[in-house]
């Protein structure tokens, strides 16, 4: 059974700081591209950021208004997901999640493309 499980948000002031984790089972992590999405309350869904998988080449994208505030690291070994979050502003204010993917390049930052297995994890920013 494929799970990913996300973990680690919560309250925070702005220019504060938070690490979420997801941790998934039931597939082979390594051989999927993993991404982090969010969603606001009454907006949609939204890609926030990607770990390539290996075989295509590795690295990450990411949206650019979290670009260089957001990082993304992903433990093959231990099957984990990162989401390191500094500099953190109320418009970051969402429910995120984790998801798999197996798309091309061309459409790795495409929300159809990938596959939610979790529930998510609240992140609020504020005063």
């Known amino acids: 059974q494929v799970q990913l499980a996300e973990s680690g948000g919560g309250l925070v002031q702005p220019g504060g700081s938070l690490r979420l984790t997801c941790a998934a089972s039931g597939f082979n992590f390594r051989n999927y591209h993993m991404g982090w999405f969010r969603q606001a309350p009454g907006k949609e869904r939204e890609f926030v950021g990607v770990?390539?998988?290996?075989?295509?080449?590795?690295?990450?994208y990411y949206k650019q208004s979290v670009e260089g505030r957001f990082t993304i690291s992903r433990d093959n070994a231990k099957r984990t997901l990162t989401l390191q979050m500094n500099n953190l502003k109320p418009e970051d204010t969402a429910v995120y999640y984790c998801?798999?993917?197996?798309?091309?390049?061309?459409?790795?930052?495409?929300?159809?493309?990938?596959?939610?297995y979790g529930q998510g994890t609240q992140v609020t920013v504020s005063s």
């Open positions: 998801a798999s993917s197996t798309a091309a390049l061309s459409a790795i930052w495409q929300l159809q493309m990938y596959n939610f």
């Open positions: 770990s390539v998988r290996p075989g295509t080449g590795g690295g990450t």
